[in-house]
């Protein structure tokens, strides 16, 4: 051979390590077959070194994009089972915005689910608990969508055991919980968090759950776990992230609010914020939780930018954030080797209603589609007439008072208590379906009776009413405690708290004088049936799970019972949801005629009743 042993080797080594030397490197190889001059094969390999060298010099650009949904709660399909008509946004939608992503960044898309995927629509209702037996719809759709990562919400956690531990392992992707901890081994319950390599870069996603868990479920739904508080598991596990991997870039995908929420010394409801502020490492925080789009990019306490990003619920929008990295070829422990020196994230919350329906996505689920429209088009009973769950916030009404009767009779409790579930729910005249059940009571809340004192009674009841009512210094103030929000680009009047903590009560009349000062309003008269109401008597009381496990603090900041002895006072807890015993006894009654008990009214009435039709007409309108 004319080639010097050396010069072969470097060849080979060319070979493998460089593809733009490639044609040059094989151009040598045919250069000692034709016995050619080493004239032509030196001039050949210096020009594919001087090429590597020029090539190897140059930065590369990474872009990815970074695509969140959260809080879907079961809009999977553009049809709302409930209401019988098509359904906005839906993942239906957002699988052909992401289809459209692929196709130009190819694996680069990262696609994360940030939870409250396990309860909403029927759908989810029907695999969780009707159709055990199959595989949760939930779960097929995550697959189909090849999700990158599922984390937790609140509402799966609600489920129980049975149906989240099912859809956990029939997931192709890990679910992400650093701060639910399982409480025989000390670890995370699920995976704290993933690595992702995109092109040279590793991309850590870190999942958490809000903490208050305990506040809303009751135990045996998260027997065996523990909810840690954001901040502290942050920094632990951003400290093992960073020193065990090294990441070029890391994602937080929080199901917890951006602040406020419930509050306690141990840890905060709504923490997203204050851990992309307080817990450095984090180039973007994701979170959902509080139902409120979101996107700020704020200083952390090193003064780095993170980006956070909220699409608020049922898929209208996404978070989507493009992420662009530069690399640069840089000696790292006496080696070269390509570096990350600049990111830049640019979030948006992109509205996918306007985006057509994937019909491959349609067609892949039309046996659960059918299934699922058989169970909610099951006929169970007529109702006589219609019913508004917005009359519940301007006195005794028939909606509610349906349910809280309902609760009576079920339970053989003495008094029930009971809030509107949604802030504007109808139930027409004509054939009741399952479907409609949903919009009677929204959540898979159990039903519980507690032993409470009438003073406690009465303290619950003045809390519910401080939330919901303006204490009226003039005839022509507000009734209703109202405050301007913003929703997306628009403001509109609403509700300054939330609706579903707005308790009335059956089985006691009574009287909210809203002259008076909070604490101060509630004047208990006598029991429903005629006899005396008294502060000092044990009473047997219909509530929710949710209320009954300290949900929006009625009972323990309102009625002075503490947190820790709750359990002991639940006397009676339901096998099922509370919307299977309201099913059950419709089924039984066939015709409904729902009526208000009119047990209880807002005083004096000479301002009240204008003030409640005028607050009435802000909200909804004039009455049809």
Known sequence: SIIPPIFMIFIRIQQKVCRNCQLFCNFAVETKKSRKSMKQLFAALLLALTFNSQAMAQPRTVKLRVIQTSDVHGSFFPYDFINRKPKAGTLARVSSYVNDLRKTYKDNVILLENGDILQGQPTCYFYNYVNTQARNVAADVVNYMKYDAQAFGNHDVETGHAVYDKWIRELNCPVLGANIIDTKTGEPYVKPYIILNREGVKIAVLGMLTPAIPNWLTENLWSGMKFENMVTSARKWMKIIQEKEKPDVVIGVFHSGKDGGIVTPEYEEDASLRVAKEVPGFDMVLFGHDHTRCNETILNVEGKPVV?????????NVADAEVTITLNKKKVNGKKQYVVTDKKIVGSLPDVTKCPIDEDFM?????????????VSKQIGTFKNTIHSRESFFGSCAFNDFILNLQLQITNADIAFNAPLQFNSTINAGPIYVGDMFNLYKYENQLYVMRLTGEEIRKHLEMSYDLWVNTMKSPDDHLLLLDTQTKGDQQRLGFKNLSFNFDSAAGIDYEVDVTKPNGEKVKILRMSNGQPFDEKKWYKVAVNSYRGNGGGELLTRGAGIPKDSLDSRIIYRSER???????????????VDAKPNNNWKFVPEAWTKPAAQRDYELLFGKKQ
């Open 308 to 316: 956070c990003l909220d699409p608020a619920n049922n898929a209208l």
């Open 363 to 375: 067609k892949a689920f039309e046996p659960q589609i059918a299934e699922i429209n058989k169970f």
């Open 577 to 591: 949801d509370q919307r299977y015993y309201l099913m059950e006894a419709i089924e039984k009654m066939g015709t």
